[in-house]
């Protein structure tokens, strides 16, 4: 294995320099890695727009970054449904008019593990319909301003990308036949990165260098994850595991989505997250990807998909 590039610690946040002036639209912040991603943020004297879907989990959060940190740092709530493309384009349509740019949009929210094939309002399986066309919405509508200031798209993606069937199931995308909760979330969370390799495709085919997408992803980390929406057995497999040294703390799982959010001259076809055991734990930094998360003729096929499902198209 190459030797990771931040040294044998790997990528931490003390490489974040002050962040003051710089706006980060973070998703899903009332636990896990999206709330430890706003505190460092915030810590570092950045700005954070939080998108949550529960305003009285988001009210929480505020009160409770603003008591670990200090009453003056600047968080806001929107609220977004990823699950809900209305949703989606209205917080989308609220940021365009009160955010003045956006530095890095840190795509983190999502459900797992849903027990039974459930379908969202707009008919989409419930994994795919939020982890993955809700970030395609959020991401080409706010795109104009993160193009005004050669910002970034962060994809928290999962090494669940290579743990479902290993490409897009284009004929039976909504899971009628063989349906697991496992499979269903693998699928759309390899769509969400195959979709990340393929815009950084389309922006260098129209010459946007400056704007950059990455993909990372946390590794095995001690969230609210499986708790959400998994089967009683998934929960309690994963919280076992919680006691085991497989599993790292819900901040350290916050490393690869700040690196990529903020580390200057990251190269955008790496894969980061942690280097260690399986890639569920240690020292963060870039490490391999199996190549069907990259294959761009499904990748090409999966973007003209969504942009018939959703009827969004990428202002590129
Ligand atoms: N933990 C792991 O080991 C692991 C492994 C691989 C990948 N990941 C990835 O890491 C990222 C963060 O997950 P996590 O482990 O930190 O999970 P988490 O603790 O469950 O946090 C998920 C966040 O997403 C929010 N959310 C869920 N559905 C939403 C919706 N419809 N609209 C808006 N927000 C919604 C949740 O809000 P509520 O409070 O309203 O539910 C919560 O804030 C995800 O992209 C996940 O795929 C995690």
Not at 44 to 58: F, H, I, Q
Not at 231 to 250: C, D, G, H, Y
Request: aromatic share 8%.
């Amino acid at each position: 294995m190459e030797a990771n590039q931040f040294g044998k610690k790997g990528w931490t946040p003390d490489r974040i320099d002050n962040l003051n002036d710089q706006v980060f639209v973070v998703t899903g912040t009332t636990s896990g890695t999206g709330f430890e991603a706003t505190k460092i943020l915030l810590s570092k004297g950045a700005k954070v727009v939080m998108l949550n879907r529960n305003p009285k989990k988001a009210g929480d959060t505020i009160d409770k970054l603003k008591q670990e940190l200090d009453n003056n740092i600047y968080v806001t709530n929107i609220q977004m449904d990823l699950s809900k493309q209305t949703s989606v384009k209205k917080a989308a349509q609220e940021i365009l008019k009160t955010v003045p740019h956006i530095d890095a949009l840190i795509c983190n929210a999502v459900i797992a593990q849903v027990t039974k094939q459930t379908l969202t309002i707009d008919g989409w399986e419930s994994q795919m319909g939020t982890n993955y066309f809700g970030n395609w919405t959020l991401q080409a509508l706010l795109f104009p301003l993160i193009e005004k200031s050669k910002g970034r798209i962060v994809t928290v993606g999962s090494m669940g990308y290579d743990m479902g069937i290993k490409t897009i199931k284009f004929d039976d995308l909504n899971w009628d036949k063989d349906y697991t909760p496992n499979n269903a979330y693998s699928q759309s969370k390899l769509a969400q990165i195959m979709s990340m390799y393929e815009l950084q495709n389309k922006l260098k085919e129209a010459g946007k260098i400056d704007i950059k997408a990455y993909v990372c992803h946390p590794g095995s980390s001690r969230t609210n994850l499986i708790n959400t929406s998994g089967s009683f057995m998934m929960k309690f497999i994963f919280n076992l595991m919680k006691l085991s040294p497989l599993t790292q703390s819900a901040e350290k799982g916050a490393y690869p989505q700040l690196m990529c959010a903020t580390e200057p001259n990251l190269e955008q076809s790496g894969f980061y997250g942690p280097t260690g055991r399986s890639n569920w734990v240690g020292p963060v930094g870039a490490h391999e990807i199996k190549p069907h998360a990259k294959d761009s003729a499904v990748a090409k096929r999966l973007w003209e998909l969504s942009e018939r499902e959703t009827g969004i198209k990428w202002n590129i």
